[in-house]
């Protein structure tokens, strides 16, 4: 038998981190039941129901709700206090024994819900994060950030080209370079183990197989990675751009995932190297085809690119000033209602 019947923790979690995950637990252990609400504005940069996502799959022992509380913040003033009672009450489904927080706030919280205040780690010296701190510098504060969390910032860069332009030798040196995640080409994988093998005719559903499973990878890989960068060998893009080479023209589904799963850069390897026949490549006869293709559609998407061009070395020089500003450019989050 726990302490308490229903417990509460609240906040803007944004982004969810793990101070607050210290809050959760500790309510978690003494309570039968906790409520979890987030609370947002429309000001800010993260959708509530996205941080809402983050919580429910890290604590799935937990209820969450999410609302909006667009009330300044004033723990000084009892008209704004009464406006955001107004909204935390309207998410909770049945009275709240105790309260947890680490800010102080937190006593009149209880008192106004006529519950006991729990104060955890107060001043933050047994996790020093807040979110503050974590959108002004979030890949110094990666360590405190769940995997799904860490998916969400995670900027994604994809080498793609066409056949035998270096894809794979340029993506496998970024992610040396920056110790990150490198995801391979599902689609080579798949043509290696394809009922059938390399003669048998394609069909479109071996393309949404590979769609599915390379941004699965992806999104594993983003999870992951020590720091907030993941490097992939093409993508769902380049599988669409597959599709129309292999059946003749374009897939719905596959342009559809393309457009909903967009990276954070594109990097074009070009197609003036010596080409080499592996066993599975199509020939040299439709590379410079192939590669108008990619560079027609990256120029009509909206995500960045450019294309490199010369050594292995002098792809990996341009391809690291480009990654660099890419990161150093931050993620650029609204400050919260204050």
Known sequence: MKAYGHGLVLGKFYPLHAGHQQLIRSASSVCERVTVQVLASAVESIPVEVRAGWIRAEHPEVDVVAGMDEAHVDFDDPEAWDLHMAVIEGLLDTPVEAVFTSDDYGAELARRLGATWHQVDP?????????????????????????????????????????????????????????????????????????????????????????????????????????????????????????????????PTVTARAKAWRPDLYILTGDEIPFVQDGMRDGEHIRHAMQDRFREVLGEGSVPWFEVRGTASERLKDAVIRVDRLISDGWRLADPLG
Do not use: K
């Open 123 to 251: 001043g933050r010296s047994a996790v020093a994060v807040s979110g503050t701190v974590v959108r002004a510098d979030v890949a110094g504060h990666w360590w405190a950030l769940p995997p799904p969390v860490r998916a969400w910032f995670c900027r994604r860069v994809v080498v793609v080209g066409a056949e035998s332009t270096g894809t794979t030798t340029l993506a496998m040196d970024l992610a040396e370079h920056y110790g990150v995640p490198c995801v391979p080409e599902y689609g080579r994988t798949w043509t290696e183990i394809r009922p059938g093998g390399l003669g048998a005719p394609w069909h479109t559903s071996e393309f949404d197989l590979v769609a599915i499973e390379h941004e699965r990878q992806e999104v594993e890989a983003m999870r992951a990675s020590p720091m907030p960068l993941v490097i992939s060998d093409t993508d769902v893009l380049a599988t669409s751009i597959w599709h129309e080479r292999y059946t003749g023209g374009a897939s």
